[in-house]
Protein backbone atom coordinates (compact mmCIF):
# COMPACT_ATOMS: atom_id res chain seq x y z
CA UNK A 1 0.00 0.00 0.00
CA UNK A 2 0.78 3.73 -0.61
CA UNK A 3 0.24 6.90 1.02
CA UNK A 4 -1.77 7.82 -1.91
CA UNK A 5 -3.91 4.82 -1.25
CA UNK A 6 -5.37 6.46 1.36
CA UNK A 7 -7.76 9.51 1.72
CA UNK A 8 -7.73 9.93 5.19
CA UNK A 9 -4.30 10.31 6.64
CA UNK A 10 -3.85 11.27 10.62
CA UNK A 11 -0.26 12.77 11.53
CA UNK A 12 1.64 12.43 14.80
CA UNK A 13 4.87 12.27 16.11
CA UNK A 14 6.24 9.68 18.08
CA UNK A 15 6.42 10.64 22.19
CA UNK A 16 9.74 9.27 24.53
CA UNK A 17 7.36 7.64 26.07
CA UNK A 18 6.67 5.27 23.75
CA UNK A 19 9.90 3.79 22.88
CA UNK A 20 11.61 0.87 23.85
CA UNK A 21 15.01 -0.41 25.46
CA UNK A 22 15.89 -1.00 21.82
CA UNK A 23 14.98 2.36 20.82
CA UNK A 24 12.36 2.19 18.75
CA UNK A 25 8.55 2.22 19.15
CA UNK A 26 6.80 -0.55 21.05
CA UNK A 27 5.09 -2.67 18.89
CA UNK A 28 1.88 -2.78 20.99
CA UNK A 29 2.09 0.94 20.44
CA UNK A 30 1.11 1.22 16.80
CA UNK A 31 -2.57 -0.44 17.96
CA UNK A 32 -2.80 3.26 19.70
CA UNK A 33 -1.62 4.94 16.71
CA UNK A 34 -4.45 2.76 14.32
CA UNK A 35 -6.94 4.26 17.68
CA UNK A 36 -6.15 7.17 17.19
CA UNK A 37 -6.14 7.25 13.37
CA UNK A 38 -9.88 5.73 13.29
CA UNK A 39 -10.86 8.70 15.24
CA UNK A 40 -9.41 10.92 13.07
CA UNK A 41 -11.27 8.83 10.45
CA UNK A 42 -14.69 9.75 11.93
CA UNK A 43 -14.23 13.10 12.09
CA UNK A 44 -12.62 13.07 8.51
CA UNK A 45 -16.31 11.78 8.21
CA UNK A 46 -18.31 14.76 10.00
CA UNK A 47 -19.64 12.44 12.08
CA UNK A 48 -19.16 13.01 16.20
CA UNK A 49 -18.44 9.45 16.97
CA UNK A 50 -20.46 8.58 20.17
CA UNK A 51 -23.82 10.89 19.33
CA UNK A 52 -23.63 9.53 15.97
CA UNK A 53 -23.59 5.52 17.25
CA UNK A 54 -26.29 6.51 19.48
CA UNK A 55 -28.58 7.74 17.07
CA UNK A 56 -28.08 4.95 15.19
CA UNK A 57 -28.71 2.04 18.04
CA UNK A 58 -25.17 0.55 17.69
CA UNK A 59 -21.56 0.73 18.78
CA UNK A 60 -18.49 -0.04 16.32
CA UNK A 61 -16.70 -3.09 18.07
CA UNK A 62 -12.84 -4.60 16.80
CA UNK A 63 -13.64 -8.19 16.02
CA UNK A 64 -9.43 -8.61 14.94
CA UNK A 65 -6.72 -6.63 14.46
CA UNK A 66 -3.58 -8.22 12.15
CA UNK A 67 -0.38 -5.93 11.75
CA UNK A 68 2.28 -6.35 9.92
CA UNK A 69 5.51 -5.13 10.79
CA UNK A 70 7.77 -3.65 8.12
CA UNK A 71 10.37 -1.12 9.88
CA UNK A 72 10.29 0.90 13.13
CA UNK A 73 9.51 4.16 13.94
CA UNK A 74 11.89 6.27 16.32
CA UNK A 75 11.44 9.01 18.81
CA UNK A 76 10.45 12.44 17.00
CA UNK A 77 9.72 10.69 13.93
CA UNK A 78 6.62 12.48 11.96
CA UNK A 79 4.27 9.66 11.11
CA UNK A 80 1.34 9.55 8.92
CA UNK A 81 -1.61 6.47 9.52
CA UNK A 82 -3.57 6.15 6.79
CA UNK A 83 -7.03 4.61 7.50
CA UNK A 84 -9.67 3.14 4.63
CA UNK A 85 -12.61 1.00 4.53
CA UNK A 86 -12.32 -1.60 2.08
CA UNK A 87 -15.44 -3.57 1.99
CA UNK A 88 -18.35 -4.20 4.36
CA UNK A 89 -20.09 -7.43 5.84
CA UNK A 90 -23.69 -7.77 7.28
CA UNK A 91 -22.81 -6.74 10.12
CA UNK A 92 -18.69 -5.83 10.04
CA UNK A 93 -16.54 -3.71 7.74
CA UNK A 94 -12.94 -3.80 6.82
CA UNK A 95 -10.60 -1.61 7.40
CA UNK A 96 -7.17 -1.19 6.10
CA UNK A 97 -4.44 1.17 7.81
CA UNK A 98 -0.93 1.55 6.93
CA UNK A 99 2.32 3.97 9.00
CA UNK A 100 4.05 5.63 7.08
CA UNK A 101 7.29 7.81 8.18
CA UNK A 102 7.70 9.52 4.76
CA UNK A 103 6.65 7.37 2.09
CA UNK A 104 8.03 4.25 3.58
CA UNK A 105 5.59 2.08 4.97
CA UNK A 106 6.69 0.76 8.52
CA UNK A 107 3.45 -1.01 9.69
CA UNK A 108 0.47 -2.65 7.33
CA UNK A 109 -2.32 -3.69 9.93
CA UNK A 110 -5.94 -5.12 8.58
CA UNK A 111 -9.21 -4.88 11.37
CA UNK A 112 -12.77 -6.18 11.14
CA UNK A 113 -14.65 -3.78 13.23
CA UNK A 114 -18.10 -5.34 14.02
CA UNK A 115 -21.94 -3.21 15.04
CA UNK A 116 -23.33 -3.99 17.86
CA UNK A 117 -25.64 -3.86 20.57
CA UNK A 118 -23.79 -1.40 23.23
CA UNK A 119 -25.51 -3.51 26.00
CA UNK A 120 -24.89 -7.15 24.87
CA UNK A 121 -22.35 -6.80 22.38
CA UNK A 122 -24.83 -8.71 19.99
CA UNK A 123 -24.04 -8.01 16.18
CA UNK A 124 -26.69 -6.17 14.40
CA UNK A 125 -26.90 -4.94 10.95
CA UNK A 126 -24.46 -2.22 9.73
CA UNK A 127 -27.04 0.53 9.04
CA UNK A 128 -27.37 1.56 5.74
CA UNK A 129 -26.97 4.94 5.61
CA UNK A 130 -23.45 4.70 7.71
CA UNK A 131 -22.63 2.05 4.77
CA UNK A 132 -23.48 5.16 2.69
CA UNK A 133 -21.81 7.92 4.15
CA UNK A 134 -18.54 5.99 4.36
CA UNK A 135 -18.76 4.99 0.46
CA UNK A 136 -18.86 8.49 -0.71
CA UNK A 137 -16.05 9.95 1.68
CA UNK A 138 -14.11 6.94 0.04
CA UNK A 139 -15.53 8.12 -3.67
CA UNK A 140 -14.32 11.45 -3.17
CA UNK A 141 -17.47 13.10 -2.43
CA UNK A 142 -18.87 16.12 0.02
CA UNK A 143 -18.78 15.42 3.40
CA UNK A 144 -20.99 18.80 4.98
CA UNK A 145 -23.12 20.36 3.17
CA UNK A 146 -23.27 24.73 3.96
CA UNK A 147 -26.51 26.08 3.98
CA UNK A 148 -27.21 29.74 3.73
CA UNK A 149 -30.78 31.42 5.27
CA UNK A 150 -32.20 33.33 7.49
CA UNK A 151 -32.45 33.21 10.71
CA UNK A 152 -35.70 32.10 10.44
CA UNK A 153 -34.52 29.43 8.82
CA UNK A 154 -31.61 28.80 10.25
CA UNK A 155 -31.47 30.36 13.96
CA UNK A 156 -32.44 27.20 15.94
CA UNK A 157 -29.51 25.00 14.63
CA UNK A 158 -27.08 27.63 14.85
CA UNK A 159 -28.62 28.56 18.16
CA UNK A 160 -27.55 25.33 19.92
CA UNK A 161 -23.67 25.23 18.37
CA UNK A 162 -23.41 29.01 19.80
CA UNK A 163 -24.51 27.91 22.89
CA UNK A 164 -22.16 25.45 22.95
CA UNK A 165 -19.10 27.23 21.89
CA UNK A 166 -19.52 31.15 23.50
CA UNK A 167 -21.80 30.44 26.45
CA UNK A 168 -21.22 26.54 27.81
CA UNK A 169 -17.08 26.51 26.92
CA UNK A 170 -15.98 30.08 26.77
CA UNK A 171 -18.26 31.52 29.58
CA UNK A 172 -19.16 34.31 27.49
CA UNK A 173 -22.57 35.98 29.06
CA UNK A 174 -25.86 34.79 27.07
CA UNK A 175 -26.91 38.37 26.87
CA UNK A 176 -23.73 39.33 25.33
CA UNK A 177 -23.79 36.47 22.91
CA UNK A 178 -27.68 36.88 21.10
CA UNK A 179 -28.49 40.80 19.48
CA UNK A 180 -31.21 42.08 17.79
CA UNK A 181 -29.00 41.28 14.35
CA UNK A 182 -29.51 37.81 13.99
CA UNK A 183 -32.65 38.64 12.74
CA UNK A 184 -31.26 40.77 9.56
CA UNK A 185 -27.95 38.86 8.80
CA UNK A 186 -27.74 35.91 6.38
CA UNK A 187 -26.38 32.74 8.27
CA UNK A 188 -24.65 30.03 7.26
CA UNK A 189 -25.06 26.49 9.08
CA UNK A 190 -23.23 23.18 7.76
CA UNK A 191 -24.10 19.56 8.41
CA UNK A 192 -23.52 16.40 8.15
CA UNK A 193 -25.20 13.77 6.01
CA UNK A 194 -27.50 12.79 8.74
CA UNK A 195 -28.26 16.50 8.81
CA UNK A 196 -26.68 17.13 12.01
CA UNK A 197 -25.16 21.14 12.77
CA UNK A 198 -21.94 21.58 12.86
CA UNK A 199 -20.89 24.78 12.55
CA UNK A 200 -22.04 28.39 11.87
CA UNK A 201 -21.72 31.47 11.16
CA UNK A 202 -23.12 34.88 10.28
CA UNK A 203 -22.29 38.33 7.46
CA UNK A 204 -23.49 41.36 7.72
CA UNK A 205 -22.94 45.17 6.31
CA UNK A 206 -20.47 46.63 8.29
CA UNK A 207 -20.61 49.70 5.67
CA UNK A 208 -21.09 50.32 2.63
CA UNK A 209 -18.78 48.06 0.17
CA UNK A 210 -17.65 46.15 3.32
CA UNK A 211 -19.04 42.80 4.90
CA UNK A 212 -18.87 41.67 8.49
CA UNK A 213 -18.18 37.72 9.35
CA UNK A 214 -19.11 37.11 12.95
CA UNK A 215 -20.58 34.60 15.23
CA UNK A 216 -18.08 31.96 13.75
CA UNK A 217 -18.49 28.60 15.55
CA UNK A 218 -17.43 24.63 14.97
CA UNK A 219 -18.82 22.21 17.47
CA UNK A 220 -16.02 20.89 19.77
CA UNK A 221 -15.62 17.40 18.16
CA UNK A 222 -15.09 18.85 15.01
CA UNK A 223 -12.37 21.43 15.28
CA UNK A 224 -9.05 20.87 13.43
CA UNK A 225 -11.16 20.05 10.02
CA UNK A 226 -12.14 22.06 7.04
CA UNK A 227 -15.59 22.69 8.30
CA UNK A 228 -15.24 25.70 9.98
CA UNK A 229 -13.11 27.09 6.38
CA UNK A 230 -16.18 25.70 4.94
CA UNK A 231 -18.18 28.21 6.19
CA UNK A 232 -16.03 30.78 5.36
CA UNK A 233 -15.38 30.11 2.17
CA UNK A 234 -19.52 29.94 1.74
CA UNK A 235 -19.99 33.60 3.57
CA UNK A 236 -16.92 35.24 1.61
CA UNK A 237 -18.67 33.84 -1.69
CA UNK A 238 -22.20 34.98 -0.92
CA UNK A 239 -20.30 38.56 -0.43
CA UNK A 240 -18.66 38.91 -3.25
CA UNK A 241 -21.56 37.93 -5.07
CA UNK A 242 -23.15 40.60 -3.16
CA UNK A 243 -20.80 43.18 -4.33
CA UNK A 244 -18.89 43.71 -0.92
CA UNK A 245 -15.06 44.71 -1.94
CA UNK A 246 -14.20 43.79 1.44
CA UNK A 247 -14.74 41.39 4.43
CA UNK A 248 -13.76 42.28 7.96
CA UNK A 249 -14.25 40.32 11.27
CA UNK A 250 -13.18 40.69 15.05
CA UNK A 251 -10.58 37.10 15.39
CA UNK A 252 -10.53 36.03 18.79
CA UNK A 253 -6.59 35.23 19.45
CA UNK A 254 -6.54 31.70 19.31
CA UNK A 255 -8.14 31.72 15.78
CA UNK A 256 -5.80 34.41 14.33
CA UNK A 257 -3.74 31.48 12.40
CA UNK A 258 -7.09 30.20 11.05
CA UNK A 259 -8.10 33.02 9.40
CA UNK A 260 -4.43 34.14 8.20
CA UNK A 261 -4.41 30.64 6.37
CA UNK A 262 -7.60 32.15 4.53
CA UNK A 263 -5.65 35.12 3.39
CA UNK A 264 -7.14 37.93 6.01
CA UNK A 265 -4.38 40.67 7.31
CA UNK A 266 -4.52 41.45 11.05
CA UNK A 267 -5.50 45.65 10.84
CA UNK A 268 -4.39 47.39 14.36
CA UNK A 269 -3.68 46.01 17.96
CA UNK A 270 -5.68 43.53 20.10
CA UNK A 271 -8.13 43.97 21.74
CA UNK A 272 -11.28 42.63 24.00
CA UNK A 273 -14.53 41.77 23.73
CA UNK A 274 -16.49 39.52 26.47
CA UNK A 275 -13.50 39.41 28.11
CA UNK A 276 -11.45 37.66 25.17
CA UNK A 277 -8.48 38.95 22.88
CA UNK A 278 -9.61 39.50 20.07
CA UNK A 279 -8.11 41.70 16.75
CA UNK A 280 -9.45 43.04 13.73
CA UNK A 281 -8.38 41.01 10.34
CA UNK A 282 -9.57 42.16 7.04
CA UNK A 283 -9.46 40.62 3.37
CA UNK A 284 -10.26 42.21 -0.37
CA UNK A 285 -12.29 40.11 -2.05
Known sequence: MKRTDFRHLESLRVRWAEIDAQGIVFNGHYLTYLDTAISGYWRALAMPYHDTMKSLGGDLYVRRATLDYRGSARYDDRLDIGIRVREFGNSSMMVDAAVFHGEQMLVKAEMIYVFADPATQTPLRLPDALRQVIHDFEAGKPVVEVALGSWADLGEAATAIRRQVFVEEQHIPADLEWDSADAACLHALARNHFGVPL??????????????????????????????????????????????????LHAQLSAENFYLRAGFQRRGEPFEEAGIGHVEMVRAL
Not at 213 to 240: C, F, K, P
Open 199 to 248: ATGRLLEHVPGVAKIGRMAVSRAMRGTRIGRQVLDALMAEARRQGYREVL
